[in-house]
Nanobody, 122 residues
Framework: VLLQASGGGLVQAGGSLRLSCAAS????????IGWFRQAPGKEHEFVAA???????FYADSAKGRFTISRDDYKGTVYLQMISLKPEDTAVYYC?????????????????WGQGTQVTVSS
């Protein structure tokens, strides 16, 4: 199983980015996918998740600004981020569950991508 996260970069506060997570080696349409992030000196933090059927859940910090979506044909999950803040600066990781139901807990995810850096300048 391979998860490849991309789309990170440097953006000014108030800007937007779209992260992508391309998955291979699993039955993608049956898997829930989550996004987590880790800021320097902090623990992993749940950001958003999407179930196999398209149900979504967001951390309070992401609600209203981030949108998670999936394209099962392309085997890709997206995280559209708008109104970015300096506190959104972190390495963003995507992860896949073995099951279709979403979870906010990182230990429920079996496979992890390598992460993509998001830096928001003030």
């Amino acid at each position: 199983v391979l998860l490849q996260a991309s789309g990170g970069g440097l953006v000014q506060a108030g800007g937007s980015l779209r992260l992508s997570c391309a998955a291979s080696g699993l039955t993608f349409s049956n898997a829930a996918i989550g996004w987590f992030r880790q800021a320097p000196g902090k623990e992993h933090e749940f950001v958003a998740a999407i179930s196999w059927s398209g149900n979504t859940f967001y951390a309070d910090s992401a609600k209203g600004r981030f949108t998670i979506s999936r394209d099962d044909y392309k085997g890709t999950v997206y995280l559209q981020m708008i109104s970015l803040k300096p506190e959104d600066t972190a390495v963003y990781y995507c992860a896949s569950r073995l099951y279709g139901t979403l979870s906010t807990l990182e230990d429920r995810y079996a496979y992890w991508g390598q992460g993509t850096q998001v830096t928001v300048s003030s």
